[in-house]
Structure formats: C-alpha cells, structure tokens
C-alpha cells in the first residue's frame, strides 16, 4: 500500500501567501509517510487502564480489553488516579514524557484502539486475513488462522494533531464498533462507521491526549490524522520507553 504523497515545500509557501496564513501552521508536511494510508479529521476521545464509563455495558469497562482479561493488572492498576472507588484520568505533560504520575506502568502508556477486534469479533476474525496489510508477512502469515493470536494487538500507529507527531500501539478495540474494515484498512479516508462518541474513529489514551495537546482531557470534539507505521520506522521517543509486546491472554 502506498500513503498519499506530501506537498512540495513550494506548494506549501503558495497556500500560505495566498491565504495570509502564519508560515508556523501546521500542514499535512508535518506528517511522515509510512507507506500506509492517512485517516484525516478523525474524532478522537481518551480512555484509561481502569476506566469504567458505563457499568452496564458490555464494552464499558477498560478493565480488561478485547486482548486482555484482565488488562488493569497487567498494566499496573489504575493508568490515572484511583480514589478507591473510581480510577480517574489526569493531564500528562512533557515534564514526566507523558507518563502517569500516581503509579509506575508494567507497559507503554501510550496505547490506542481502533475498531476491529480480529480475535473476538466472528467478523472481524474472519475478514483479517484479507484485509489486514501485514496478514501475509513472514511474522504473521502462519497465524491468521489462529484465534489466539492478534495481528492487531501491539502494532504501532502515529498520529498528528496541530503539528504534534507522536506514536503508540494498540491494545484494545473499539469505540462504538468492532469490525469496521472499511475505515480502519481503507485507502480513501473514509469516515468511521461508528456513530457514538460525535462518531470517533479511536480511543486514545491519557500519554497520547497530553502528547498531541489536546484541549480536553475526556472529551469527544478532538480531532487526530493518524496511519499504521511498521515497528522498524517508529523513532526513539517517550513512547519506546516501554514497548508492550504481550500476547492476547
């Protein structure tokens, strides 16, 4: 797959002459191709190891995640502040590079999801093998066929918000759906299925909301670009200070 090709610089000053906008506006030159298609102006809300929004729901709590039974212990417990009868997020800074505060992390703070859950989801499982990009690499292709094994979980994605580039790696599915092929893997930026949430396209986690500068620390009117990037491209960052590379479980 091919990523959609960058302005040229002149291209750029153009824009900016012609519409009086500041040389320092972030352009789409801020963003570094990967050899993946770019999803633009998706909605992206915060969630937490710990979390627990809706108690009612099946998909409420981000005590465990679609790859982890019990995702709060294999994180490390409450990825924010634990009150005792609440696990809270809070603001990260660059001061800390973004990592919780309140208690030292077991895996990479900086975790996402996207909606395709490859394992859980009959559909989703049955269309991986097609429709995932690396399904067919040497890594993965003897277990596609394999339930226990996630093409989708630890893979690495950036994301761009208002010139800030950072990286982090899935960890869980959602929001809203579970088997949206055609957002997630498609190459004509198409608009997430998911219609909840103002119709976000992924959760991010509280590393990634302070990391991209975000305006609220939970809420659903943030807007990122963000592509697929194989682990051999992602640069040295607060984000590789912990790789999470655990399997479903």
């Known amino acids: 797959m091919t990523s959609r090709p960058r302005p040229a610089a ?18 789409a030159s801020s963003r570094p191709d990967t050899g993946y298609p770019w999803h633009t102006g998706i909605v992206a809300t915060t969630f937490w190891v710990g979390e627990v929004f809706d108690p009612s729901a099946s998909d409420g709590s981000q005590r465990v995640s679609t790859y982890d039974s019990d995702w709060l212990a294999a994180y490390g417990g409450c990825d924010g502040i634990d009150t005792g009868d609440v696990c809270r ?26 909606p395709f859950d490859d394992v859980n989801d009959p559909e989703g499982f049955a269309l991986r093998g097609e429709v995932v990009p690396w399904a067919r690499d040497s890594a993965f292709a003897s277990s596609v066929d394999d339930p226990t094994v996630s093409l989708m979980k630890n893979r690495w994605v950036v994301l761009q918000k208002d010139g800030h580039v950072c990286y982090g790696q899935i960890q869980d599915a959602g929001p809203g759906e579970y088997h949206d092929a055609d957002y997630v893997f498609g190459e004509d930026d198409r608009r997430p299925a998911n219609t909840r949430f103002n119709g976000a396209g992924l959760d991010v986690s509280p590393a990634l909301n302070g990391c991209l500068g975000f305006a609220e620390l939970d809420g659903e009117d943030d807007r990122v670009d963000w592509a697929f990037i194989d682990d051999g491209d992602v640069p040295a960052g607060p984000w590789t200070r912990m790789v999470t590379d655990s399997p479903v479980r």
């Open 10 to 27: 002149a291209i750029t000053l153009a824009v900016v002459v012609a519409t009086g906008l500041c040389a320092c506006a972030p352009t």
């Open 89 to 114: 997020t809070e603001s990260r800074t660059a001061d800390t590079d973004f990592f919780p505060t309140r208690m030292t992390p077991r895996q990479n703070p900086f975790y996402l999801d996207l």
